[in-house]
């Protein structure tokens, strides 16, 4: 199965966020990281370009990382089961539990599957929420945009450490463990960049992470 074609994922869970509208300041953004990836040179794509507004560019890239997890979670679905995970984890020491603080407000425990469903809901009402991710090009940023982002790349780095831990075995056999690496390189220069997820919540790949940021 190519981690590039959608497989047999579930598609109403697993739906890739569309970009930003042609002309907008988040379609040239969009253009900008496109380029440097081109480049090779993760640790200059991640930076703010100069002049651009620092939360145009966390909301440009919020959307393009929900989009690579998507599609990367979406080649395990079949491998990635409510029996073969129970619950949502990241090796023996760590379990996650889902609560949105809305619909569900007191953590639950559910299957990694669940967990991943939920989440992926969660992240694209916050990115259709206009009055959090603006579309209008000068529409004004909420006073808690950060925080937003902060949580969105908390819970979208569990599904990294989730694949790792549990899945990665089954990503070697498929051949996809280079494409795993460069998406979460790019996501952890970015979000150290950015300082968008404290320490602790590193640990469950903590020396994956910091053979990334010391290289």
């Known amino acids: 199965m190519s981690l590039f074609g959608l497989g047999s994922r579930n598609q109403k869970t697993f739906r890739p966020k569309k970009s930003a509208p042609s ?11 496109d380029a440097t990836l081109g480049s090779g040179n993760l640790r200059e794509a991640v930076k703010l370009p100069p ?24 080649t395990l679905t079949e491998f990635c089961t409510p029996n073969n995970c129970p619950t949502m984890t990241a090796g023996p020491k760590y379990e996650y539990r889902w609560a949105d603080g809305i619909t569900i407000k007191k953590p639950i ?34 006073a808690n945009f950060r925080d937003v982002v902060k949580t969105i790349f908390k819970r979208l780095f569990r599904v990294y450490a989730h694949i790792y831990h549990s899945h990665f075995q ?14 979460f390189k790019h996501f952890v220069l970015f979000t150290w960049e950015f300082r968008l997820i404290d320490k602790a919540e590193l640990a469950p790949l903590q020396d994956l992470v910091e053979s990334i940021i010391q290289f």
């Open 170 to 183: 089954k990503i070697v056999s498929l051949k996809e463990e280079a494409h795993l690496n460069t998406c």
């Open 23 to 33: 002309g907008s300041k988040g379609a040239q953004l969009q253009k900008h990281i």
């Open 109 to 142: 425990e559910v299957s990694a599957p669940k967990y991943v469903e939920y989440l992926m809901d969660w992240i694209e009402s916050q990115l259709d929420d206009e009055t959090i991710f603006p579309q209008k090009l000068g529409a004004p940023f909420p």
């Open 51 to 74: 002049g651009e507004d620092i939360n145009e560019w966390l909301a440009v890239n919020t959307v393009d990382f929900f989009n690579q997890v998507n599609i990367l979670f979406g």
